[in-house]
């Protein structure tokens, strides 16, 4: 059960990490909109978070009170969820900042003839 977050954990961080090369270094702390999140301020967020699940797991760790610590599965489905969802965010901001030279990740969209 373990090498199967692990492995998910880096596929996603795969993905990000080549969505990211693809946002020019001057993106990376563009804003989409006012009150949006660049996609450095994303990944300093998940970084935190992973930092605060992860030290010293299961004993002092950031986990709030009130979620059942000793459920490692869960703790595990929550945060792996957790990162799916902002390293969706980081792939859609790399391709509004890569445009036409945006390189797929996985399947490449077919082209209409």
């Given at each position: ?28 702390n563009a804003l989409p909109s006012g009150d949006a999140n660049s996609a450095a301020m994303i990944v300093r967020h998940v970084s935190g978070n992973l930092i605060s699940r ?60």
């Amino acid at each position: 059960m373990i090498e199967d977050f692990r492995t998910d954990f880096g596929r996603y961080r795969d993905l990000g990490e080549k969505a990211l090369a693809q946002i020019p270094d001057a993106a990376l702390n563009a804003l989409p909109s006012g009150d949006a999140n660049s996609a450095a301020m994303i990944v300093r967020h998940v970084s935190g978070n992973l930092i605060s699940r992860f030290t010293d797991f299961l004993t002092t760790d950031g986990e709030k009170p009130d979620r059942d610590r000793d459920a490692v599965h869960r703790a595990l489905t929550r945060s792996l969820a957790h990162i799916c969802y902002h390293v969706g965010q980081i792939v859609l901001l790399a391709r509004m900042h890569a445009g036409s030279d945006w390189r797929w990740l996985s399947i490449p969209k077919k082209k209409e003839p």
